[in-house]
């Protein structure tokens, strides 16, 4: 075929917002069975043609057809923390599943059966992050207590560990006191449980502890006096912790510096099993999502990630080797007792799935693909690592992607716009693996610049730390410093450049386009706005984060959260700014896109708000994804003066001209 010479921008791609969505699935938790049905996996799946329903599934080893669990009336999606993870486990063939709309937690025996509640209803409690021991019979899990915050009595939700007799329903706390629990799991043998803990203002990726306690003989209490602390504290972050089978505890700790793996003996001797300079782990967004996996036949294999890449660890000899399968991401690890391990992986070139890999040879099953999709990949961009200079003499890190269409070149002597995606967290972030979102602007002709600013994690404890204090400073700084390298280098137009980000992306993304005059134009996603009112109205999980990224609020520090909200600084602006968000948002709530919508309206300045009905914080919804998707590419092309090749997309932009 011929190439089309044009505009850089007006390509038509195949790659088409309903593409992006469609028949496609995000996989959010991978689990076995670790007291039976060998060979079968089980996952969960959030399902953006559903809108936005998570679904259990399972298959059997050496069948084709997966099971669907989750029957359309359930959906098996936890609130704890609001973000949730954790929402399910498997014991003996049976599913156990916290429901979205009542947080109960069922009990399912089989696909076909109908989900039985074995928690009460309307307590107000939540639950996340279980499992149920065989010795025992007991489920330790997270439970979140909102019943006091219903009667307005309180104005926090009460975390604990607590124990739950599934035939009973009956309840004991185990560990309670401090704002937040995490990972309880319990010995091989029964007899001990390790969790971890942590107070305000800390996040689970700031300074935690991992304690241990015996059980009861019944399995429902902590023996007094028993419950230690035997890692972490003040200035160092654990997570994860794992029983091996011969009874060590194994659990990821930065106390170097990094994000390792340590191993604590029953002695209570710890020891670092791969001292380097990489991270093993990754911020505790949401429960249930291991970073490692420890072999159940006691081979004394764990198998890990690091650096984009799997690998193997010998326990005993500290042998460690690289296991070549040819992806760059992998996720949710789980070592089943017949060798195999099942996580997603992912690359540039391949859509995240669910597969299981061979770990002695390297061979990959797949299993569940998040997408099924023959698109040449000639459309697709392949992203380069980049760095550049930033300010007090740092370095910035993040992924460049060029225009990339196999039909379309452009003219000579032009150059591409510049979309700077900011992510999220903001302490999160951005992989190299495929997302038709980005890939979207790529085949239209955007150039895209991905930022890990600083405070994002992947690049070790000083770098994630860098934010403190300087949320609203240093990623403001590095993706104006990262356009502005692009364009002094003649690889984008300095004349359209753009940014976009949700959450707390959006935030910096506001605040680029509030504080500094480097973009022409931005999108926020469910963004923050306003500081003040986002420690006045967010939940728990989040409400003193911010106390370490600007500072503690009260009377004194008011000033310097009014110093970093874009909303205070509309009379700044100077570009256009389009906001998309749900309405049932409880970690930005929408009045926040709506106070910058109508600021930056008064102001004169193209703008456009699109409040989506029923979402909450993030976009579930397959139909909203598209609106927002193909609504911001029209929104910067109006703003930027070119004629998409898509015409199906019309927004009501306020004040604009021509």
Not at 226 to 232: C, E
Not at 390 to 413: I, Q, S
């Amino acid at each position: 075929m011929s190439i089309t010479t044009a505009r850089y921008g007006t390509w038509k791609s195949p790659i088409s917002s309903k593409l992006a969505t469609e028949s496609s699935v995000s996989f959010q938790e991978i689990r076995l069975d670790p007291a039976g049905a060998a060979g079968s996996v089980f996952w969960s799946e959030l399902r953006f043609d559903e809108g936005g329903r998570y679904v259990i599934c399972s298959l059997k080893e050496n069948e084709k057809d997966f099971k669907v669990w989750t029957p359309k009336d359930f959906n098996a999606r936890t609130r704890v923390h609001e973000y949730g993870g954790g929402a399910f486990f498997v014991h003996e063939g049976a599913v156990y599943f916290s429901n979205f709309s009542d947080q109960q937690m069922y009990m399912q025996k089989s696909p076909d059966c109908t989900p039985v509640a074995i928690t009460p209803k309307d307590c107000g409690w939540r639950y996340a992050d279980g499992s149920l021991s065989s010795k025992t019979g007991k489920i330790y899990c997270i439970r979140e207590d909102h019943s006091l915050v219903e009667k307005k009595e309180a104005k926090e939700p009460q975390n604990t560990v607590v124990a739950i007799d599934p035939k009973t329903q009956k309840q004991t706390v185990l560990a309670s006191g401090c704002d937040f629990y995490s990972s309880p799991r319990f010995s091989p043998d029964g007899k001990k449980l390790a969790w971890v803990q942590w107070n305000h203002p800390n996040m689970p990726w700031d300074s935690t502890a991992l304690f241990v306690g015996e059980l009861s003989s019944g399995g429902d209490e902590i023996v007094p006096g028993s419950a230690k602390q035997v890692a972490g504290g003040e200035g160092i972050n654990v997570m994860q912790p794992m029983w091996s089978p011969n009874g060590d505890l194994l659990y990821i700790s930065d106390q170097t510096g990094w994000w390792n793996l340590y191993q604590c003996s029953p002695e209570g001797n710890h020891q670092n099993l791969l001292p380097c300079e990489a991270e093993v782990g990754g911020c505790q967004w949401v429960f249930g999502r291991p970073d490692y996996a420890i072999d159940p036949s006691g081979s004394g294999n764990v198998i890990l990630k690091m650096k984009g890449e799997i690998m193997k660890l010998d326990v005993k000899t500290k042998e460690c080797k690289k296991i070549e399968v040819g992806y760059t991401s992998y996720n949710m690890l789980n070592f089943g007792w017949n060798g195999k391990l099942y996580c997603e992986v992912g690359s540039p070139t391949k859509f995240p799935c669910i597969v299981q890999l061979n770990t002695q040879n390297g061979e990959v099953k797949g299993i569940r693909e998040s997408k099924s999709l023959s698109l040449d990949k000639d459309y697709f961009s392949i992203p380069v690592d980049y760095s550049w200079k930033t300010t007090d003499n740092d370095v910035c890190y993040g992924f460049l992607y060029t225009p990339k269409n196999k039909d379309y070149k452009a003219p000579d002597g032009t150059l591409p716009p510049l979309l700077v995606k900011a992510h999220g967290g903001p302490t999160s972030y951005s992989p190299n693996t495929l997302r038709l979102l980005i890939q979207y602007f790529t085949s239209r002709g955007f150039a895209v610049l991905d930022v890990n600013y600083r405070g994002s994690n992947g690049f070790g404890t000083q770098y994630r730390n860098k934010l403190k204090t300087k949320w609203g400073i240093y990623d403001v700084d590095d993706c104006c410093t990262g356009a502005q390298s692009l364009a002094d280098e003649g690889q984008v137009d300095k004349n359209c450049l753009c940014i976009d980000g949700g959450s707390a992306g959006g935030y910096t993304t506001l605040a680029c386009l509030a504080f500094k005059n480097v973009f022409k134009a931005g999108t926020s996603l469910y963004g923050v706005a306003d500081l003040e009112a986002l420690v006045r109205d967010t939940h728990k999980f989040e409400s003193r984060y911010i106390d370490n990224l600007v500072a503690p609020y009260s009377e004194e520090t008011k000033k310097i959260y009014d110093e970093r909200s874009p909303i205070h600084y509309v009379d700044k602006l100077n570009c256009a700014m389009a906001f998309f968000q749900g309405d049932e948002d409880k970690i930005v709530p929408p009045n926040q896109a709506e106070m910058m919508y109508e600021a930056v309206k008064a102001k004169g300045l193209p703008t456009v708000l699109v409040m989506f009905k029923g979402e909450q914080h993030g976009f579930r919804k397959a139909e909203n994804i598209q609106t927002a998707l193909d609504g911001e590419f029209y929104f910067f092309a109006k703003v930027f003066g070119f004629e998409p090749a898509d015409k199906h997309m019309s927004l009501d932009i306020k004040n604009l001209k021509g």
